[in-house]
C-alpha cells in the first residue's frame, strides 16, 4: 500500500513543489489539518494494538495455543500484521499533510506576492 499511495502522494507533493495544484482558499489548510488529527488517531490505534501481541484465555490445549499465537501474529511479528499496516498508514497520512502544507504555503506566498504589486502600482 505505502509504495503505490507513497508514490501518488510523493508526485503530488512534486506538483505542489512546483504550483501546479491549487484549492480554493483555506480548504488546503483544513486538509492538513485533519490528516494531523487522522495521523494522531491512527498513532494513538497503532500504540493501542500493541497490548493485543498477548492473548490469553484461548486454553491450554494445543489448538488453544495455536489460535492464540495465530491471533497474535496478526496484530504484530506475523507477515504484515496491524501494527505494521497502521505504521504505513500514518506514513501515507504524514505525506498527504505535507502535499496539503505545501499547497497552502504556495497560496499564501502568491497572495503576499500579488498584494505587494498591488501596493507597489499604487493600487
Not at 509504495?3 to 512534486?14: D, F, R, T, V, Y
Amino acid at each position: 500500500m505505502v509504495s503505490i499511495n507513497g508514490n501518488l502522494w510523493s508526485e503530488l507533493g512534486a506538483r505542489a513543489e512546483e504550483g501546479e495544484l491549487y484549492f480554493e482558499p483555506g480548504v488546503a489548510q483544513k486538509c492538513a489539518q485533519r490528516c494531523a488529527e487522522l495521523g494522531a488517531e491512527l498513532d494513538r490505534i497503532r500504540r493501542g494494538a500493541a497490548s493485543l501481541g498477548r492473548i490469553d484465555g484461548l486454553g491450554h490445549l494445543p489448538s488453544g495455543t495455536a489460535l492464540a499465537r495465530k491471533f497474535e501474529q496478526k496484530a504484530s511479528g506475523g507477515e504484515y500484521p496491524l501494527d505494521q499496516a497502521l505504521a504505513d498508514h500514518i506514513t501515507v497520512v504524514e505525506e498527504m499533510q505535507s502535499v496539503f502544507e505545501k499547497i497552502a504555503a504556495n497560496y499564501a506566498t502568491a497572495e503576499e506576492s500579488n498584494a505587494q504589486r498591488f501596493t507597489e502600482s499604487g493600487g
